[in-house]
T-cell receptor, first 115, second 111 residues
Framework: GAVVSQHPSWVICKSGTSVKIECRSL??????MFWYRQFPKQSLMLMAT?????????EQGVEKDKFLINHASLTLSTLTVTSAHPEDSSFYIC???????????FGPGTRLTVT | QKEVEQDPGPLSVPEGAIVSLNCTYS??????FMWYRQYSRKGPELLMY????GNKEDGRFTAQVDKSSKYISLFIRDSQPSDSATYLC???????????FGAGTRLAVHP
């Protein structure tokens, strides 16, 4: 149980375009979902926390207009990287917390390359 | 000072060894403690989840929490090459607060 999926697993896009990444909790309802960014050989950096039906809470230094987060249902959250630039190239990982518990289950990650 | 300190390693051990991974923390409000395993280019996988002080065992893995010392450990018995990964400790005070992660320890188990 507690499976989280992400789609796509790998995406290449051109500079200036937008990319949407989906995060789904497959076998549980997630009150809260989180989006992280990870650079090679570094730990996870939390970007934002989203609760179903409300606006996401962004961490300091994360541009909310650039990284749009929508938590449309208890099983789906999306991250849209708008007007992507090469410096946005990174590994993006989502996680979800089941209703009533505090542990987080992570998706497999999405590798974004902006050319 | 970081809220959570974790030695990044790398830690190299022979197959079959007992591995000890540790984190220290400064925030006494932390009550929920987790250990994750992350393989290269993959998302972290939850290994152990404990609440407050005490021990928890699951197969070859044992998690220990000592809140009085603000110190948590993960022990891996009979380590295998497939255990080679980065191990991240994480913790939070509860209430849907964000997880605070350690830097991660890179472990290599060689045959």
């Amino acid at each position: 149980g507690a499976v989280v999926s992400q789609h796509p697993s790998w995406v290449i896009c051109k500079s200036g375009t937008s990319v949407k990444i989906e995060c789904r909790s497959l076998d549980f309802q997630a009150t809260t979902m989180f989006w992280y960014r990870q650079f090679p050989k570094q730990s996870l950096m939390l970007m934002a926390t989203s609760n179903e039906g409300s606006k996401a809470t962004y961490e300091q230094g994360v541009e909310k207009d650039k990284f749009l987060i929508n938590h449309a249902s208890l099983t789906l959250s999306t991250l849209t990287v708008t007007s992507a630039h090469p410096e946005d190239s990174s590994f993006y990982i989502c996680s979800a917390s089941p209703w009533g518990s505090y542990e987080q289950y992570f998706g497999p990650g999405t590798r974004l390359t902006v050319t | 000072q970081k809220e959570v300190e974790q030695d990044p390693g790398p830690l190299s051990v022979p197959e079959g060894a007992i591995v000890s991974l540790n984190c220290t923390y400064s925030n006494s409000a932390f009550q929920y403690f987790m250990w994750y395993r992350q393989y290269s280019r993959k998302g972290p996988e939850l290994l152990m989840y404990t609440y407050s002080s005490g021990n928890k065992e699951d197969g070859r893995f044992t998690a220990q929490v000592d809140k009085s010392s603000k110190y948590i450990s993960l022990f891996i018995r009979d380590s295998q090459p497939s255990d080679s990964a980065t191990y991240l400790c994480a913790m939070n005070p509860g209430g849907y607060n964000k997880l605070i992660f350690g830097a991660g320890t890179r472990l290599a188990v060689h045959p």
